[in-house]
């Protein structure tokens, strides 16, 4: 199947929206315009070459009126003085972030593959880019990945016994700080790699036991990442729970 259209998209983005996408970001210094897209489109097929083996794959173009990027706010510590105080008139980059809104183009292609096994398994695997071009001076795709990946298997072991296993990544990216001498940097961020597994059984009258295990990966010092700028991410963690249903 061949699959396509042309649309658009007008965003309302409010406090609750901005916290979400990043739990950092400081209402104070940005007062968020709604972003809007006034042209998207996309193509693509899908097809399935052999039984339960599907391939789907688009690419999509997107002229964007007014989009938001976050860096790091800015302290000066002339205003501040009691912050970072080196100098008189030093800035220096804080712990929470302001956004700033921008004009851009987005390139984005997706390559999606997908098994199933007798219905108790499932493949698949998803790959991404990302192409930012963005309009307004000063700004740039700041805190964006250019490629990202995901590959994961869901099992189904016996009628009461699942498991699945999930891997993300996520290339390098970029994030704006201040410059002691005046202006600003770009600091590059570590690639994302972070792989998670799970598994559960479904006792009689709807019983469950499920064991959680996240930030496989993190266990290796060189593979840690950090979220955002300033914050490291949880890292390797354990979670066992147990759930009924009514």
């Given at each position: ?14 406090l ?46 997107q ?12 302290y ?16 220096v ?18 390559l ?5 096994i ?31 990946a ?8 016996t009628?009461?016994?699942?498991g ?6 996520a ?52 593979l ?19 759930s009924?249903?009514?």
């Amino acid at each position: 199947d061949i699959y396509g259209g042309i649309g658009g998209d007008y965003q309302f983005t409010s406090l609750q929206h901005m916290l979400h996408e990043n739990r950092y970001y400081d209402p104070v210094t940005h007062s968020a315009l709604n972003d809007y897209t006034p042209f998207d489109f996309h193509i693509g097929f899908d097809v399935k070459p052999v039984h339960n083996f599907s391939i789907d794959a688009f690419v999509s173009y997107q002229i964007i009126s007014n989009t938001h990027f976050f860096r790091n706010r800015v302290y000066s510590c002339t205003t501040t003085p009691n912050v970072f105080p080196k100098t008189d008139l030093e800035d220096v980059y804080g712990n929470t972030f302001t956004a700033v809104d921008a004009k851009a183009r987005l390139f984005t292609a997706e390559l999606r593959l997908m098994y199933n096994i007798k219905e108790r398994y499932n493949f698949h695997v998803k790959g991404k880019y990302n192409g930012w071009q963005v309009l307004t001076e000063g700004v740039e795709a700041w805190n964006k990945p250019a490629w990202e990946a995901d590959a994961g298997i869901e099992a189904l072991f016996t009628k009461n016994f699942a498991g699945n296993v999930n891997f993300y990544y996520a290339s390098s990216r970029t994030a704006q700080l201040p410059r002691q001498e005046g202006g600003t940097r770009l600091v590059t961020l570590a690639p994302t790699y972070d792989l998670n597994a799970s598994l559960s059984y479904t006792f009689p009258k709807n019983w469950s036991l499920w064991l959680q295990a996240n930030n496989l990966l993190a266990l290796s010092k060189e593979l840690r990442y950090q979220d955002w700028y300033g914050y490291d991410n949880i890292g390797f963690n354990i979670l066992i729970g147990l759930s009924v249903a009514f």
